[in-house]
């Protein structure tokens, strides 16, 4: 998955927005109960603006896009997305 602007690819997340969409991520993941995800992301990293999620089912693809909607960092809203061919 991707934590993408709005109006991506006209408008991409610089260093600092993805570093706190990270953070975010993390302390909504660490607020969970223990026996509601467990080990449900493997890792994040920035690709050409966006922040990629690898998930490891689709309850995960599932709650992260039900968060996303909340995330608002600086001026922008942030959306979910698949990723595209060729990521």
Do not use: H
């Amino acid at each position: 998955m991707a934590l993408v602007t709005e109006d991506y690819p006209e408008n991409k997340l610089d260093s600092s927005e993805v570093n706190e969409s990270r953070k975010l991520i993390m302390r909504r993941i660490l607020d969970l109960p223990e026996d509601r995800f467990g080990s449900a992301f493997t890792g994040t990293w920035k690709r050409n603006g966006a922040v990629i999620i690898n998930c490891v089912n689709q309850q995960s693809v599932a709650w992260l896009k039900s968060q996303s909607v909340e995330f608002n960092i600086i001026d922008g809203y942030f959306a979910c997305a698949g990723l595209p061919k060729g990521w």
